[in-house]
């Protein structure tokens, strides 16, 4: 019975198993973050954030960006493409930013980088199979605005600490 009613949903919403598969990575990398390692992610960034909150206000604020995220996936995986493409910017920025660009910043484990290539098979799969998904295409915009804002913070924050250490 059960199992009847699945399948009935994975007729009527096509685009279910890819925002469950979405929604799944979000939960694991948010994991990992939070608490795959010795320490936390935003344990890892404050020596360049200055941000050192409660245990429970690191998870609360990781789980509500998880819950942004798989919002999104949502409504993008249902039709918008510019939520899909402002989540694949997400993506992309969260892989390239947070778990490239600060491991040439900070020493040490970075926690989430063992999951974050799970951001970039999602950003290559749904590239390749977006009229899936989506009539319109890509949006341009909402791709650059979604990279640009997990780029940014480490870039100023990587150039504000090499000035601290040259004065």
Known sequence: MAIDALLSALV?????????????????HTADEAVGGSETFWEYVAPLTGWH???????????????????????GYGGSA?????????????FL??????????????PGRATAP?????????SGLWPEFVSDPPDPYWMTVGIVVFLLPWIVLGLLRGSQRAV
Request: glycine share 14%; net charge neutral; proline share 7%.
């Open 82 to 94: 510019w939520a899909l493409s402002l989540l694949l910017g997400l993506r992309f920025g969260d």
């Open 53 to 75: 909150p409660t245990r429970g206000v690191g998870l609360a604020a990781f789980g509500l960006l998880a819950g942004a995220l798989i919002v999104l996936a949502a409504v």
């Open 12 to 28: 009527l919403i096509p685009w279910l198993p890819a925002f469950a598969l979405s929604a799944l990575c979000t939960c694991v």
């Open 118 to 126: 799970l951001y970039a098979a999602e950003v290559a799969a749904i």
């Open 97 to 110: 930013g947070s778990h490239g660009l600060l491991g040439l910043i900070l020493p040490g484990p970075n």
